[in-house]
T-cell receptor, first 113, second 118 residues
Framework: GDSVTQMEGPVTLSEEAFLTINCTYTATGYPSLFWYVQYPGEGLQLLLK?????DKGSNKGFEATYRKETTSFHLEKGSVQVSDSAVYFC????????????FGAGTRLFVKA | GAVVSQHPSWVICKSGTSVKIECRSL??????MFWYRQFPKQSLMLMATSNEGSKATYEQGVEKDKFLINHASLTLSTLTVTSAHPEDSSFYIC??????????????FGPGTRLTVT
């Protein structure tokens, strides 16, 4: 079945550091890929998405490119802020099986001032 | 746009009682809503998919008689935890997929409901 694997956390960075959170997936067909962010005690917010190969999703300085050849969708940000501290989930929605969304385990990010 | 609300945001109940959680799409119609469960510091586990006007589809291992889902309208789905026990304590999150987004499979999440069973 479909699955999402993302790097384990927590990831601790200093403010203005470069962020990469790796995400790889396995899926049949051509899924849509997403990054969601969850702040403490809150639900999930869509951060960015890509619906086909080579698409780049971007939002709030975060970027991720849909790489079909490496089945990856790594999240990057050039300069993190303390306010970026949260849990980040990589997810895919396939085009089979009722369009269910599969989430990765989540990566907790701590940004120090 | 695309706001999903949940009510209540948190609830404490005694073991053996039932609790109903509402999920509403405020500014769009959702033919499909999803219910997830999240344990502390873990990912989301899909419990069931509900389509308006039909029975919910439960994931393997989820007790349909314990977690009753009703999707009575295009803007409201409810999850009732029946005869709750402490092990049902968790963070329950719903999401809604606008009927216009089938091509990109977007879904919008509610803020979650924290259930504590004592």
């Amino acid at each position: 079945g479909d699955s999402v694997t993302q790097m384990e956390g927590p990831v601790t960075l200093s403010e203005e550091a470069f962020l990469t959170i790796n995400c790889t997936y396995t899926a049949t067909g051509y899924p849509s890929l997403f990054w969601y962010v969850q702040y403490p005690g809150e639900g999930l917010q869509l951060l960015l998405k890509a619906t086909k190969a080579d698409d780049k999703g971007s939002n709030k300085g975060f970027e991720a490119t849909y790489r079909k050849e490496t089945t990856s969708f790594h999240l990057e940000k050039g300069s993190v802020q303390v306010s970026d501290s949260a849990v980040y989930f990589c997810a895919l929605t396939g085009n089979t099986g009722g369009f269910k969304t599969i989430f990765g385990a989540g990566t907790r990010l701590f940004v120090k001032a | 746009g695309a706001v999903v609300s949940q009510h209540p945001s948190w609830v404490i109940c005694k073991s053996g009682t039932s609790v109903k959680i509402e999920c509403r799409s405020l500014d769009f119609q959702a033919t499909t809503m999803f219910w997830y469960r999240q344990f502390p510091k873990q990912s989301l586990m899909l419990m069931a998919t509900s389509n308006e006007g039909s029975k919910a589809t439960y994931e393997q291992g989820v007790e349909k008689d314990k977690f009753l889902i009703n999707h009575a309208s295009l803007t409201l789905s409810t999850l009732t935890v029946t005869s709750a026990h402490p092990e049902d304590s968790s963070f329950y999150i719903c999401s809604a997929r606008p009927w216009t987004s089938e091509s990109s499979y977007e879904q919008y999440f509610g803020p979650g409901t924290r259930l504590t069973v004592t």
